[in-house]
């Protein structure tokens, strides 16, 4: 059964022209054992809720993945799928991408990021335990990685987080074939991933990796443990290719039809390419209906739920919100006007996640260490520790690549919406999740806080300039900079109402004044931008802003005005909403005057809006270390640049 994997992976690999024929040939034993012998799924209902996750955390095995869903029998995974390996439009996409095919759990390819997703879905899973119950959420999340993921930095952040939140139902197969692309490992890499992983808590050992019965001990012992598992497989990379195997060379390219033919002889595989003897095949296919009674005998226990919390934990898999989120966001609003709150929007963030953790019960919050600046935690909400899932916020540790990380594997598990919060300029250290939750369309939800120079004292390297933009550059994202209390609420609907997607919130330090006043309430941030004050007479001049710089161009609006220039004011809290917008709205808003944008950030990407007949106000360069107060003006981000700025347009 392992031999059709290594077949089939060498045959698609060289049909395709290109590939990785290695991994899956080396880590094909284990996979054959996991799968045979071990892993609870059903291709027929391939999203079952309480299936065990299986991540392949070394994406470029994808072969490895593909093959054991179509030999397992997941209908969109044929035979001419496998055939059409890398090929546009197939579902066998060089890595795997989720969404292609039932059992792609998560995109992956960049490595180190299928372990860190494989943290948040292991921990997914017990927070839904804690609340519904081991009858009905009791499952595995079973990794495959590679030396790569494991020399990659997330996968340092993610297992130490694992180790610390006592995951022990996450069990690591490590292809331990000390074979990376420039060669042995022993060129990079002389860790003991074993003593590694004993220190951050996690059970560890070393295996045959080609022993069937030595790797289902070692998973035995593993389901076991009291804490998460890593098991070191040693493999040999290509396994069964005469001259390739053990060697990079079989890593990432076809091996070639002479090595084809002796691996064939080696391994005892006389059938074509991509033809599976009957025999094997059928054994195969048995596996696949292993999981059939075992999701029936689930959706029994799940219909023995009293009908509330058997259509609550329906419709969190749904994806789709309670009842009551558009009343609650009307009522903050309600109260932030009343009160006229002049508060930085981090804590108006902080004041919306109090109701909105009541609300909605699938949220579950946490910061990469900076809780009382990122206002991340609710008034309600406990903290998740090790051995009591019930809290639903997470204490990520100064780990903002593995908080992003776990984050995705928290979403793409379901049944939980993941927020997280770091300062706006370490968006960096996650961006290559943020990424993958773009390309993924997983609905996280990023808390970006101090994110201007308006954050002050810590200075330039704390001060974000040119993440807006870069953020702004990821197809995907939707980035929100809301300018006041009622905008920040606006921004957190929609960030909530988007289940099939990344948002971001960038919120200041510093406190800005009420500017939606409007007794009414409409989100009005679910255009993207909208006239916060239109000109009184006909407009001369159009100030686009967002964030903290609204209310500088509502001052510049002022002064311009006493000299009898007309400005309307046009807040832009999320260009991405705007660009969604209908066009004839979109001219109306941004109107014919010439424009002046004022935002305290590089000016990248911001030409868009300005038309041809535009000018910037933000930022030429890196902040510096100094008050809030005193950066502005020393920067030139003032109502009177912006006035000086919209009278030189005239
Ligand atoms: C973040 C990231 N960096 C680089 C790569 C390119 N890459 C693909 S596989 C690989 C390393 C291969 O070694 P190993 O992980 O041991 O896999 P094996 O050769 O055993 O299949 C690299 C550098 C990548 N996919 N992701």
């Not at 003593?195 to 389901?223: M, P, S």
């Not at 966001?329 to 932030?336: N, R, S, T, Y």
Request: glycine share 10%.
């Amino acid at each position: 059964m392992a031999n059709a994997i290594r077949a089939l992976a060498m045959d698609a690999v060289e049909q395709a022209k290109s590939g990785h024929p290695g991994m899956p040939m080396g880590m094909a034993d284990a996979a054959a054992v996991l799968f045979t012998q071990f892993l609870r799924f059903d291709p027929k209902a391939p999203d079952w809720p309480d299936r065990d996750r299986f991540v392949l955390s070394a994406g470029h095995g994808s072969m490895l993945l593909y093959a054991l869903l179509y030999l397992t029998g997941y209908a969109a995974m044929t035979l001419d799928e496998l055939k059409r390996f890398r090929q546009l439009g197939s579902r066998t996409a060089g890595h795997p991408e989720r969404g292609h095919a039932g059992g792609i759990e998560t995109t992956t390819g960049p490595l180190g990021q299928g372990f860190g997703n494989s943290v948040g879905m292991a921990l997914a899973e017990r927070l839904l335990a804690a609340e519904f119950g081991d009858e009905i959420v009791d499952h595995r999340t079973y990794v495959l990685a590679s030396d790569g993921d494991l020399m990659e930095g997330v996968s340092h952040e993610a297992a130490s987080l694992a180790g610390h939140l006592g995951l022990n139902k996450l069990i690591v197969l490590y292809d331990d074939n000390s074979v990376s692309i420039d060669g042995p490992t022993e060129l990079a890499f002389s860790d003991d991933p074993l003593l590694r992983f004993r220190g951050y808590g996690w059970a560890a050992e070393r295996i045959d990796g080609h022993d069937h019965t030595v790797i289902a001990e070692a998973i035995r012992r593993a389901q076991k443990s009291d804490r998460p598992s890593l098991i070191a497989c040693r493999t040999t990379i290509a396994f069964g290719a005469p001259t390739k195997a053990g060697t990079a060379a079989a890593h990432g390219a076809p091996l070639g039809a002479v090595e084809i033919a002796g691996a064939r002889e080696r391994l005892g595989w006389s059938e074509p390419p991509f033809v599976v003897p009957e025999d094997i095949r059928a054994e195969w296919q048995e596996t696949g209906t292993r999981g059939e009674a075992l999701r029936h005998a689930w959706e029994a226990r799940l219909n023995s739920l009293s009908a509330k919390r058997r259509a609550d934990f329906l419709r969190r898999q749904r994806r789709e919100l309670p009842a009551g989120l558009d009343e609650a966001i009307i009522k903050i609003c309600g109260e932030f006007r009343e009160k006229n709150v002049k508060v930085a929007t981090r804590q108006a963030s902080g004041t919306v996640l109090d109701t909105l953790t009541r609300v909605v019960p699938e949220l579950v919050g946490g910061s990469a260490d900076l809780t009382p600046s990122n206002n991340t935690k609710a008034k309600d909400q406990k903290d998740v520790c090790r051995g009591d899932y019930s809290g639903r916020y997470i204490r990520y540790g100064v780990r903002e690549h593995g908080m992003a990380a776990a984050m995705n594997g928290i979403a793409v598990h379901g049944g939980l919406i993941p927020y997280g919060g770091t300062f706006l300029t370490f968006s960096d250290y996650a961006r290559p999740s943020i990424r993958l939750a773009a390309f993924m369309g997983a609905g996280v939800i990023y808390v970006m806080t101090h994110d201007s120079i308006g954050l002050g004292e810590d200075g330039p390297t704390h001060q974000p300039v040119e993440h807006l933009a870069a953020l702004r550059a990821m197809p995907g994202l939707y980035v929100y900079r809301p300018a006041d209390p009622v905008e920040t609420a606006e921004c957190w609907a929609l960030a909530l109402q988007r289940r099939d997607g990344p948002s971001l919130l960038a919120l200041t330090r510093q406190s800005v004044p009420l500017l939606r006043r409007e007794p009414d309430f409409e989100n009005r941030s679910a255009h993207g931008a909208y006239v916060l004050a239109e000109a009184e007479g006909a407009r001369q001049i159009t100030l686009l802003a967002t964030g903290s710089e609204l209310s500088v161009a509502m001052a510049a609006r002022e002064i311009l005005a006493r000299e009898g220039i007309h400005a309307a004011v046009v807040s832009m809290p999320c260009w991405e909403l705007f660009e969604k917008s209908p066009r004839e709205y979109r001219d109306a808003v941004l109107g014919s005057a010439p424009r002046v944008a004022v935002e305290a950030a590089v000016e990248f990407g911001w030409a868009r809006w300005l038309g041809p007949r535009g000018a910037f106000i933000g930022m030429r360069g890196f902040g510096a270390s100094a008050p809030g107060e005193a950066l502005f003006p020393h920067f030139g981000i003032t109502p009177e640049k912006v006035a000086e700025a919209a009278r030189s347009l005239l």
